[in-house]
């Protein structure tokens, strides 16, 4: 079982180098079809595995000046408050009470049928929102959006691991679609840290994460990522995304039926 893990985490390490997308989207839904693992568990594996992986990302895109500070300290002002909140609410209810994962099982369908979304229409959404200048929010108003959505995906990634990736980004963008893709990119990773590590943090409180199951997850995705990465760059990326958005579909509806 150990070597299934190591080999589970070097696909999803290397598919997330390739495509650019999250592995919560990914190895969440992985670990509950195919290995059995409790939803709870699952999440709280991931969302530890997640603020690991994501604060080594952080740290390399500040090197580059492509972290949005001022939009980072937006949605984190949303994103961190929920998820205290949603470690709060799991607690009352009964994090590894049967109905709750059953409910947890749900959000993390509904969360990868988001990222299929956010994968086929991010570009068509970024270039009607630049068409249509009017339509964009500034300010005030922009500030209180950011928040919003901070909170948003707060709760989302506390319950299900999902969101702060593909998801995130293309909400960024949105947003804010005057961005480079190195500076949503950026800014999408450093609101993560905290808000995985929050997270991560309030389910190990509940007991949901899996430490020996998190080291041999880390054995594969580190050199998985690293050669995907590499390779990113001879790929079609509409086949890739393409075909990650099938697959994510069959996850999402695998899960529910």
Request: overall charge positive; aromatic content about 8%.
């Amino acid at each position: 079982m150990t070597l299934s893990y190591v080999i589970s985490g070097f696909a999803v390490g290397a598919l997330v180098g390739l495509t650019g997308v999250g592995g919560g989207s990914l190895m969440t839904p992985l670990l509950t079809l195919l290995f059995g693992v409790s939803p709870t568990v699952a999440v709280g594996t991931d969302l530890a595995f997640a603020s690991t992986t994501k604060a080594a990302g952080t740290l390399a895109h500040r090197v580059r000046g492509t972290v949005r500070w001022e939009v980072v300290r937006h949605l984190c002002m949303g994103a961190l408050p929920a998820a205290v909140l949603a470690t709060l609410g799991l607690k009352y209810f009964g994090a590894l009470d049967s109905q709750i994962a059953h409910i947890i099982r749900y959000s993390i369908a509904g969360s990868v049928l988001l990222t299929v979304i956010a994968l086929l229409f991010r570009g068509r959404m970024q270039a009607w929102v630049i068409a249509h200048p009017e339509k964009q929010l500034q300010g005030a108003k922009l500030a209180i959006a950011t928040i919003l959505v901070g909170a948003l995906l707060g709760t989302l990634v506390t319950i299900s691991s999902i969101g702060a990736g593909a998801v995130g980004a293309t909400i960024l963008v949105l947003l804010y679609p005057r961005l480079s893709p190195a500076e949503i990119a950026g800014t999408d990773i450093a609101y993560a840290v905290p808000l995985t590590a929050i997270a991560a943090f309030g389910h190990w409180w509940l007991g949901s994460i899996d430490w020996e199951l998190l080291m041999t997850l880390l054995l594969g995705s580190v050199p998985g990522i690293t050669i995907g990465s590499l390779a990113a760059k001879a790929m079609p990326e509409k086949f890739l995304r393409g075909l990650l958005a099938t697959t994510l579909t069959g996850v999402a509806a695998k899960m529910v039926f």
